[in-house]
């Protein structure tokens, strides 16, 4: 028989202290090829990493999404979050993506694969779905970043809603958009070394 796990409410969320989050000190921004190299040979040294993406939002019943346009990768110690419009930027982030021996650990990553499918042109190797991991461990269906990180750390992760709407496809990115972004990756790397999946 199988143990079902209670998650907390929002509410009960909302009383916990907050989730240490990553400083810019401790984030990349990849827009050009030799940033995206630099990075590799970073990440290149960690076998999991937080991964996530962001695409511009559609507003439109049948509007088609030109994402992702940013997509981010964590280690323990340092995010980087790049931006895809340069094509030689993107075949770097691309061949990260492909790259086997990583795990990329994630949550709520089905339509990202899609879109990267889609626009990076490559499969994405490695991917881990943190979801699946906490239903198999008899949480509740979905559990996302929210709920994950209040059950391993008993901390609240804030989430801006603003920056979750704003333009991805920006040139310029602002410090709210970095830092949001980052963080997605960063506490889903975190929470894959919590449910000691690392060894």
Not at 28 to 47: F, I, K, N, Y
Not at 65 to 81: D, F, K, M, N, W
Request: proline share 4%; glycine share 8%; charged share 25%.
């Amino acid at each position: 028989m199988h143990t079902t796990h209670t998650t907390p409410s929002k509410e009960e969320i909302a009383l916990l202290e907050p989730f240490d989050r990553l400083g810019l000190d401790r984030i990349a921004l990849v827009s050009t090829r030799g940033q995206a190299e630099q990075a590799l040979v970073e990440l290149a040294g960690a076998p999991v990493w937080g991964f996530d993406t962001e695409s511009k939002p559609t507003f439109f019943k049948d509007q088609v999404s030109e994402g992702p346009h940013i997509l981010q990768l964590s280690t323990l110690e340092r995010a980087y979050v790049f931006q895809l419009h340069d094509l030689e930027c993107r075949a770097v982030a691309a061949s990260l993506l492909a790259l086997p021996g990583v795990h990329k650990a994630g949550f709520g990553l089905g339509d990202d694969k899609k879109r990267i499918v889609a626009k990076l042109g490559v499969e994405p190797a490695g991917v881990i779905e943190l979801n699946t991991v906490f239903r198999e461990r008899g949480y509740r269906k979905d559990m996302g970043v929210k709920g994950a990180v209040a059950v391993l750390f008993n901390k609240r992760f804030i989430k801006s809603r603003k920056a979750t709407t704003s333009n991805w496809a920006n040139p310029r990115l602002t410090e709210a958009q970095l830092v949001y972004a980052a963080n997605d990756a960063y506490a889903a790397v975190r929470v894959f070394h919590a449910l000691g999946l690392a060894t």
